[in-house]
């Protein structure tokens, strides 16, 4: 008897404190939120001393939205609602039917979906004013990423009857080479004369 | 054993606690699992805008945050109600932004320093102004990925 009381369990009612002591640590120190967002590729700085290099690009190939600051949108030159962009990006891109005033198309051959007309040299040009409000932006940016989105869940449900998101890396590829998105934020410019209410 | 069974027979034995420990550790481990460490203790307001399209960042350890937002209430009187950029925990000013960044990438792993990723937290009442001069000394900087942080909105435009 006496040499089993020697041998008595530790105690291990504070475990549960300790526990929960750890709990609260956690509990306060972290935050559940992931970050999400719109990622982007800026493209390289330009050497010292030189000017922006013209744009060489066929008209037809440029579709240019501009943000001013009131929040509105210039398209292709036509007011726009923000909710109307998705599908006038989508018409821009694929140009279903050759229109000479949409990009142009050239054939490629691209691994696993054969051959393909795509418009290989649109660019979608983003231009901003100074006093443009982040939300409007970033409510554009993400019009346009679905625009793209849409279009590559198309296609891919044609051709690998699945959403992009499901593809596995070729397919993915494959599917990126039919609609590279091509969206540049033109290099800032200063309106420096533009005040509220002048459009 | 036997013995203490025997003398402490009652009609109502104690609620055992022993697995108390066992559940409070499935709770802690959950959330270990689940949260990420606070980046940072914000000094300017930012509520992210909202968009449909965004993804998850994959990778927390190479993604550095520039903050662009109010300052908070008990920072205004040091530093204005003006829209502020923050880096790490201080407020900083556009011209430090660029060093900041060299600073960062030079401190990582020499493999990682081309993957990494400037997350600009901006407040969706910013102006866009701001956020190109962040833009531009990002460029300058060679930090060239980028991430615009939005939250998911959830009703999809149709």
């Known amino acids: ?113 054969g051959q393909i007309e795509i418009t290989k040299d649109h660019v979608i040009s983003l231009q901003n004013d100074v006093d443009t409000q982040y939300q409007a932006y970033i409510e554009v940016q993400n019009e346009l990423v679905a625009a793209y989105n849409e279009l590559r869940n198309e296609i891919a449900n044609e051709k690998f009857g699945k959403n992009f998101v499901d593809l596995d890396e070729k397919q993915s590829d494959a599917v990126q080479d039919v609609y590279p998105q091509k969206i540049s934020e033109a290099e800032p410019k200063n309106y420096g004369g533009v005040k509220d209410g002048q459009n | 054993m036997a013995k203490i069974r025997k003398d402490s027979e009652r009609e109502t034995p104690e609620l055992s606690t022993s697995s108390l420990p066992d559940i409070i550790f499935m709770f802690l481990f959950f959330f270990m699992a689940v949260t990420t460490m606070k980046e940072i203790t914000f000094k300017v307001r930012v509520s992210a805008p909202s968009a449909s399209e965004v993804q998850k960042l994959d990778n927390k350890s190479l993604t550095r945050y520039v903050y662009v937002g109010k300052p908070m209430d008990q920072y205004a009187k040091l530093f ?19 060093s900041f960044v060299v600073n960062e990438r030079s401190a990582m792993n020499e493999d990682d320093q081309n993957l990494m990723t400037v997350s600009i937290k901006a ?17 300058r900087a060679y930090a060239l990925k980028i991430v615009y942080t939005a939250n998911k909105t959830v009703v999809a435009a149709q």
């Open chain 1, 1 to 113: 008897m006496g040499k089993k009381r020697k041998i008595s369990e530790i105690n291990s009612s504070s475990m549960a404190d300790i526990a929960f002591l750890l709990l609260i640590f956690f509990l306060v120190t972290t935050s559940m939120n992931t970050s999400t967002g719109l990622s982007r590729r800026l493209p390289a700085p330009l050497p010292p001393g030189m000017k922006v290099p013209p744009v060489d690009i066929n008209k037809r190939n440029i579709f240019i939205v501009k943000i001013n600051s009131q929040n509105q949108l210039l398209v292709q030159g036509e007011e726009m609602n923000v909710k109307d962009l998705r599908a006038k990006a989508k018409e821009f891109i694929k140009n279903e039917a050759n229109d000479p005033s949409l990009p142009v198309k050239t054939m490629v051959n691209i691994p696993l979906i």
């Open chain 2, 80 to 98: 204005g109600s003006e829209t502020r950029i923050q880096l790490g925990d201080a407020f900083a000013d556009l011209g430090e932004l660029e």
């Open chain 2, 123 to 139: 407040d969706k009442d910013t102006k866009m102004g701001i956020v190109n001069d962040i833009k531009q000394s990002l460029r």
